[in-house]
């Protein structure tokens, strides 16, 4: 196609349409195996922009690919053509019914924003994904979504009471629920709209096509069937006889993948909010078939959850810094457990509940450990649960767990006899599965660990769903029951179905889309299942040489091929966790950890010749990354973007040469040293109109930023005075001034210094440079240099068994972290990093130990608030700040949930980010902050979250330890 025509349709819209080569990247892939360019992505406004792209697809016989968040495992939403993001712009919540219990949405919507819209309203939308923070209505409408909660409020097929949608000529339609006489209505005149009304009649009305449906077509008792169209659900109305249900084209919509028509309106129908009080009951077993033989008799008690877990996924657990503290409740080494929940209206009515199930449970004797969950907890395990996918993608190396054979679901009293079939099919294959997800549904997602890289894995990724298949079709199963047949089942579809009904499916979808517009290559006449996978068999994969250490991953590639595109950093600022910020204020793919993640392997496997690294499009993805680590923490297969950007600065810059700010920024340690020699000038010079404007304009700092003063202390002598006044006679500790601590935050170092002493420590003082500055710009020989010349101070005062304790979260953590990459001997490296803590760390593990109480703080009465550096939520734990600072009796004490503060030391300074940076504060630090009263006491541990409060609301925030400090009385 020639670019010409492109740069005409993108004139035409109202959204905006690309084609360049980050793009294609960013979306050539979603949460599958698959890997296809599309032509191009647009982004439309509204629906007249989707019209526009529907007659341009017909026109000039290219795809449409429809995509919300683009978590589908199926590769439901990769493609050659055009693919249609409506996440950025088709977003709203247009209209709620309370009384009817409906609402009208666009597609773009958030499903737990949804939730949260509805929740005042004594309602909520049933179906619930383990996306459920990023996956969005459009996207559970055209996969049919399920979820956990299926047992008790069904499918998204069932919740779906109306759809606005484009045809392929661009007309637009409204389905709704439709009696006999309203039927042969819409089947009058020569519409598209009406000649598929005309052509689903004549095709159902044929008792033929009728008895081959119900013969072939998965067994009615199963809830969760999405094998094709749901032509069997067309069948069960009063237009054709077999009951008096109305009829409703939803139903064949819901669950099409986009290959039909393109939905631009939904209007669900809601429920009233679950009962009030909960617990879930988590068996543990010894054998997969022990828990699987629970699930019938356990789902005799009207379960709200029935959920499993599998030994796999429960040892992936253990190497995600967040999920390893979601599964507190696991006791000893189960080979699989069951998540039970139960509900009731008051407290007495669930402990029946509970009581009763844990005697089925005992009767049953096959459980050895039945812990009960309540409140928060229960949200704990169910996040452990939903993490599920993406922990997958901790399997360090190759081989991974495959989406697949994962959707199958059968009768539930079949389902044990089922799974112990499909493990002789297994251990045929010398396989060991991975087994989880919705055991009271019939369904578990099953995946074999393959490596797609070798073409005899490939061989089995075929040979193993085929086998699979026929087991599905043998128990009359479904062998796509929620996540869609895409492009990995399709193929299997006429088996499933038979050749007839597969026949008519393909008849239905050239009545709908003559010209093959919409979503080609999926349901029917589908692309290889073997085809267009993410690697390429056989391939000799780079190994491009890094500074850092990534041998933890198997290299950098292997590191960036850990996103396995779950999309858990699409969730919005609305939502728990601070991933990603970049991502939650600008509403972009390439902003997200996977975004980066997609790319950086994109260009080093697409382009792995001179240097990969050197891509403009890996440029512009990271340019936006705060290196936060938030996505160290909360990514379930633990992609550490903040690491990858910081090699790819280097590498880029060897390539390109170092800027003059970077060079300021980075070595702004000596800069401020030299300042604070003459701290009273340095300061008046930089706080001049004139002069301050003049060197942010050299440095590219925003003008709007206010600059940080410098400053100077004997920090060596305020310690001698402290322990001539004090003499204290405690544990020794090493309080480590850092580079922000010893030129810029003097206040904060010498509090500590006071605060310490006064608690009877006795501080010593570590001066050093951590190398922040210069891994942050992407200066890693300077860094490794800094780290090889501090591990000897480092290891000196491990071996003395002295703690080193931190003010600057940054700084400190950057022995825990970084410095295992740097080069240093392992044993070296993991030594330094278990010597080194928070300041908070030090002091909450104190007070925890009772040597440390309230009886030496005041008993004033303050509020104080706080916010936690970025570093401290990935690498740390928040609760250290809450906990010390409620020492003070009467301190009333909560914790911003802020997210990021946007500023990430250099990054909110430098002009172009300033935008970004401040968009970032707005979504929840800065809104918080101006809603508390002026003598609220604002604690940030973070030198630059307290320039970026300051600079974004006006209020000033202490560290922490100067809360402290000013508190004591003795």
Same mark, same amino acid.
């Given at each position: 196609?020639?670019?010409?025509?492109?740069?005409?349709?993108?004139?035409?819209?109202?959204?905006?349409?690309?084609?360049?080569?980050?793009?294609?990247?960013?979306?050539?892939?979603?949460?599958?195996?698959?890997?296809?360019?599309?032509?191009?992505?647009?982004?439309?406004?509204?629906?007249?922009?989707?019209?526009?792209?529907?007659?341009?697809?017909?026109?000039?016989?290219?795809?449409?690919?429809?995509?919300?968040?683009? &978590? $589908?495992?199926?590769?439901? @939403?990769?493609?050659? %053509?055009? /693919?249609?993001?409506? =996440?950025?712009?088709? *977003?709203? +919540?247009?209209?709620?019914?309370?009384?009817?219990?409906?609402?009208?949405?666009?597609?773009?919507?958030?499903?737990?924003?949804?939730?949260?819209?509805?929740?005042?309203?004594?309602?909520?939308?049933?179906?619930? &994904? $383990?996306?459920?923070?990023? @996956?969005?209505?459009? %996207?559970? /409408?055209?996969?049919? =979504?399920?979820?956990? *909660?299926? +047992?008790?409020?069904?499918?998204?097929?069932?919740?779906?009471?109306?759809?606005?949608?484009?045809?392929?000529?661009?007309?637009?339609?409204?389905?709704?629920?439709?009696?006999?006489?309203?039927?042969?209505?819409?089947?009058?005149?020569?519409?598209?709209?009406?000649?598929?009304?005309?052509?689903?009649?004549?095709?159902?009305?044929?008792?033929? +096509?009728?008895?081959?449906?119900?013969?072939?077509?998965?067994?009615?008792?199963?809830?969760?069937?999405?094998?094709?169209?749901?032509?069997?659900?067309?069948?069960?109305?009063?237009?054709?006889?077999?009951?008096?249900?109305?009829?409703?084209?939803?139903?064949?919509?819901?669950?099409?993948?986009?290959?039909?028509?393109?939905?631009?309106?939904?209007?669900?129908?809601?429920?009233?909010?679950?009962?009030?009080?909960?617990?879930?009951?988590?068996?543990?077993?010894?054998?997969?078939?022990?828990?699987?033989?629970?699930?019938?008799?356990?789902?005799?008690?009207?379960?709200?959850?029935?959920?499993?877990?599998?030994?796999?996924?429960?040892?992936?657990?253990?190497?995600?810094?967040?999920?390893?503290?979601?599964?507190?409740?696991?006791?000893?080494?189960?080979?699989?457990?069951?998540?039970?929940?139960?509900?009731?209206?008051?407290?007495?009515?669930?402990?029946?509940?509970?009581?009763?199930?844990?005697?089925?449970?005992?009767?049953?004797?096959?459980?050895?450990?039945?812990?009960?969950?309540?409140?928060?907890?229960?949200?704990?395990?169910?996040?452990?649960?939903?993490?599920?996918?993406?922990?997958?993608?901790?399997?360090?190396?190759?081989?991974?767990?495959?989406?697949?054979?994962?959707?199958?679901?059968?009768?539930?009293?079949?389902?044990?006899?089922?799974?112990?079939?499909?493990?002789?099919?297994?251990?045929?294959?010398?396989?060991?599965?991975?087994?989880?997800?919705?055991?009271?549904?019939?369904?578990?997602?099953?995946?074999?660990?393959?490596?797609?890289?070798?073409?005899?894995?490939?061989?089995?990724?075929?040979?193993?769903?085929?086998?699979?298949?026929?087991?599905?079709?043998?128990?009359?199963?479904?062998?796509?029951?929620?996540?869609?047949?895409?492009?990995?089942?399709?193929?299997?579809?006429?088996?499933?179905?038979?050749?007839?009904?597969?026949?008519?499916?393909?008849?239905?979808?050239?009545?709908?889309?003559?010209?093959?517009?919409?979503?080609?290559?999926?349901?029917?006449?589908?692309?290889?299942?073997?085809?267009?996978?993410?690697?390429?068999?056989?391939?000799?994969?780079?190994?491009?040489?890094?500074?850092?250490?990534?041998?933890?991953?198997?290299?950098?590639?292997?590191?960036?091929?850990?996103?396995?595109?779950?999309?858990?950093?699409?969730?919005?600022?609305?939502?728990?966790?601070?991933?990603?910020?970049?991502?939650?204020?600008?509403?972009?793919?390439?902003?997200?950890?996977?975004?980066?993640?997609?790319?950086?392997?994109?260009?080093?496997?697409?382009?792995?010749?001179?240097?990969?690294?050197?891509?403009?499009?890996?440029?512009?993805?990271?340019?936006?990354?705060?290196?936060?680590?938030?996505?160290?923490?909360?990514?379930?297969?633990?992609?550490?973007?903040?690491?990858?950007?910081?090699?790819?600065?280097?590498?880029?810059?060897?390539?390109?040469?170092?800027?003059?700010?970077?060079?300021?920024?980075?070595?702004?340690?000596?800069?401020?040293?030299?300042?604070?020699?003459?701290?009273?000038?340095?300061?008046?010079?930089?706080?001049?109109?004139?002069?301050?404007?003049?060197?942010?304009?050299?440095?590219?700092?925003?003008?709007?930023?206010?600059?940080?003063?410098?400053?100077?202390?004997?920090?060596?002598?305020?310690?001698?005075?402290?322990?001539?006044?004090?003499?204290?006679?405690?544990?020794?500790?090493?309080?480590?001034?850092?580079?922000?601590?010893?030129?810029?935050?003097?206040?904060?170092?010498?509090?500590?210094?006071?605060?310490?002493?006064?608690?009877?420590?006795?501080?010593?003082?570590?001066?050093?440079?951590?190398?922040?500055?210069?891994?942050?710009?992407?200066?890693?020989?300077?860094?490794?240099?800094?780290?090889?010349?501090?591990?000897?101070?480092?290891?000196?005062?491990?071996?003395?068994?002295?703690?080193?304790?931190?003010?600057?979260?940054?700084?400190?953590?950057?022995?825990?972290?970084?410095?295992?990459?740097?080069?240093?001997?392992?044993?070296?490296?993991?030594?330094?990093?278990?010597?080194?803590?928070?300041?908070?760390?030090?002091?909450?593990?104190?007070?925890?130990?009772?040597?440390?109480?309230?009886?030496?703080?005041?008993?004033?009465?303050?509020?104080?608030?706080?916010?936690?550096?970025?570093?401290?939520?990935?690498?740390?734990?928040?609760?250290?700040?809450?906990?010390?600072?409620?020492?003070?009796?009467?301190?009333?004490?909560?914790?911003?949930?802020?997210?990021?503060?946007?500023?990430?030391?250099?990054?909110?300074?430098?002009?172009?980010?300033?935008?970004?940076?401040?968009?970032?504060?707005?979504?929840?630090?800065?809104?918080?902050?101006?809603?508390?009263?002026?003598?609220?006491?604002?604690?940030?541990?973070?030198?630059?979250?307290?320039?970026?409060?300051?600079?974004?609301?006006?209020?000033?925030?202490?560290?922490?330890?100067?809360?402290?400090?000013?508190?004591?009385?003795?």
């Amino acid at each position: 196609m020639e670019i010409s025509e492109l740069k005409q349709l993108a004139q035409s819209l109202g959204g905006t349409l690309h084609w360049d080569e980050l793009h294609q990247a960013l979306y050539a892939t979603d949460a599958s195996v698959y890997r296809m360019k599309p032509l191009a992505v647009a982004f439309p406004r509204d629906s007249s922009d989707i019209a526009k792209l529907i007659r341009f697809a017909g026109a000039h016989g290219v795809g449409l690919i429809p995509r919300t968040a683009g &978590t $589908s495992l199926a590769g439901q @939403c990769v493609g050659p %053509g055009i /693919v249609v993001d409506v =996440s950025r712009h088709m *977003t709203e +919540i247009l209209e709620l019914n309370a009384e009817e219990r409906t609402v009208r949405v666009q597609p773009g919507v958030v499903r737990d924003e949804l939730n949260d819209f509805l929740r005042p309203h004594g309602l909520f939308f049933g179906p619930n &994904t $383990s996306t459920s923070n990023r @996956c969005m209505i459009g %996207g559970m /409408v055209g996969n049919n =979504s399920s979820g956990t *909660t299926s +047992i008790q409020y069904g499918v998204t097929r069932d919740k779906v009471v109306a759809l606005t949608a484009l045809l392929s000529d661009g007309s637009e339609i409204d389905v709704r629920d439709l009696n006999p006489r309203e039927f042969h209505e819409k089947a009058q005149g020569e519409t598209l709209e009406a000649n598929i009304y005309k052509e689903i009649h004549k095709e159902l009305s044929n008792k033929e +096509i009728q008895n081959e449906i119900v013969r072939e077509f998965p067994h009615p008792d199963i809830h969760r069937r999405n094998t094709g169209y749901a032509v069997d659900a067309l069948l069960d109305t009063a237009v054709f006889g077999r009951s008096d249900a109305p009829f409703n084209l939803a139903k064949i919509l819901s669950g099409s993948e986009g290959t039909l028509a393109f939905t631009t309106e939904i209007t669900l129908r809601l429920d009233p909010l679950p009962p009030g009080v909960s617990a879930m009951l988590v068996p543990h077993y010894r054998t997969l078939d022990d828990s699987l033989s629970d699930v019938v008799p356990a789902m005799t008690h009207d379960l709200h959850l029935c959920e499993m877990m599998d030994k796999v996924i429960l040892d992936c657990t253990r190497n995600n810094r967040e999920q390893s503290e979601n599964r507190f409740f696991v006791e000893g080494d189960p080979a699989a457990l069951l998540m039970l929940e139960v509900r009731a209206g008051d407290a007495d009515a669930l402990e029946t509940r509970i009581r009763a199930l844990q005697e089925t449970l005992k009767t049953a004797g096959r459980a050895y450990a039945v812990p009960v969950l309540y409140g928060e907890d229960i949200r704990k395990a169910v996040d452990l649960r939903k993490a599920g996918l993406g922990l997958l993608g901790n399997m360090v190396g190759d081989h991974k767990a495959v989406a697949c054979i994962e959707d199958t679901a059968v009768a539930l009293p079949d389902l044990r006899d089922f799974i112990g079939e499909f493990t002789k099919i297994m251990e045929g294959y010398g396989q060991q599965a991975v087994y989880y997800a919705h055991a009271g549904a019939g369904e578990l997602h099953l995946r074999p660990i393959l490596d797609l890289k070798k073409s005899a894995d490939v061989a089995l990724f075929r040979s193993i769903t085929t086998d699979v298949a026929r087991l599905t079709k043998k128990y009359r199963g479904s062998f796509s029951g929620e996540h869609g047949d895409g492009i990995v089942r399709a193929e299997f579809i006429p088996m499933m179905i038979g050749e007839e009904n597969y026949q008519l499916l393909r008849r239905i979808k050239t009545a709908f889309d003559p010209k093959g517009v919409f979503n080609p290559g999926k349901i029917v006449d589908a692309f290889p299942m073997d085809r267009s996978l993410r690697y390429e068999p056989d391939r000799e994969e780079p190994e491009p040489g890094t500074l850092l250490d990534f041998s933890d991953s198997q290299g950098i590639l292997r590191a960036a091929e850990k996103c396995n595109g779950s999309g858990d950093c699409r969730k919005s600022h609305t939502m728990a966790g601070a991933m990603c910020p970049s991502y939650q204020a600008t509403r972009r793919e390439s902003d997200t950890t996977r975004g980066r993640a997609n790319t950086l392997r994109e260009m080093l496997t697409q382009y792995p010749g001179n240097n990969g690294f050197n891509r403009p499009e890996l440029k512009e993805v990271f340019d936006l990354c705060l290196s936060c680590k938030a996505c160290a923490r909360e990514c379930p297969s633990n992609v550490d973007v903040a690491t990858l950007k910081a090699e790819f600065s280097y590498q880029y810059q060897k390539a390109n040469g170092f800027s003059l700010r970077n060079r300021l920024f980075a070595y702004n340690t000596r800069i401020n040293a030299l300042n604070s020699r003459v701290a009273g000038l340095a300061n008046a010079l930089t706080g001049n109109n004139a002069v301050g404007r003049a060197l942010k304009r050299l440095a590219g700092v925003a003008p709007e930023r206010t600059l940080p003063p410098v400053g100077r202390a004997d920090f060596d002598g305020h310690l001698r005075r402290l322990q001539a006044e004090y003499r204290p006679e405690g544990r020794p500790v090493a309080l480590y001034i850092d580079e922000f601590t010893r030129y810029l935050d003097t206040r904060q170092g010498k509090d500590a210094v006071e605060l310490l002493t006064r608690l009877g420590y006795r501080v010593e003082l570590f001066f050093a440079e951590s190398g922040r500055t210069f891994i942050s710009k992407g200066f890693l020989e300077q860094a490794q240099r800094l780290a090889r010349r501090n591990s000897f101070a480092l290891s000196a005062l491990t071996e003395k068994g002295i703690p080193l304790l931190g003010l600057e979260p940054s700084a400190i953590l950057t022995f825990r972290d970084e410095y295992k990459r740097m080069g240093l001997p392992p044993e070296t490296a993991s030594r330094i990093a278990g010597n080194a803590f928070l300041i908070e760390e030090f002091l909450a593990g104190e007070a925890r130990e009772g040597r440390i109480g309230s009886d030496r703080f005041t008993r004033e009465f303050r509020e104080v608030k706080i916010h936690n550096h970025c570093y401290q939520k990935a690498l740390s734990d928040q609760k250290i700040t809450f906990d010390i600072l409620n020492l003070p009796e009467n301190y009333r004490v909560s914790i911003i949930p802020s997210g990021c503060c946007g500023m990430a030391g250099s990054f909110g300074y430098e002009k172009e980010h300033y935008g970004v940076s401040m968009a970032v504060g707005e979504l929840r630090l800065f809104p918080a902050i101006r809603k508390s009263e002026d003598t609220v006491l604002l604690a940030a541990n973070g030198t630059s979250c307290r320039h970026q409060i300051y600079d974004g609301t006006g209020r000033r925030a202490e560290h922490p330890v100067t809360l402290l400090k000013e508190a004591l009385i003795a």
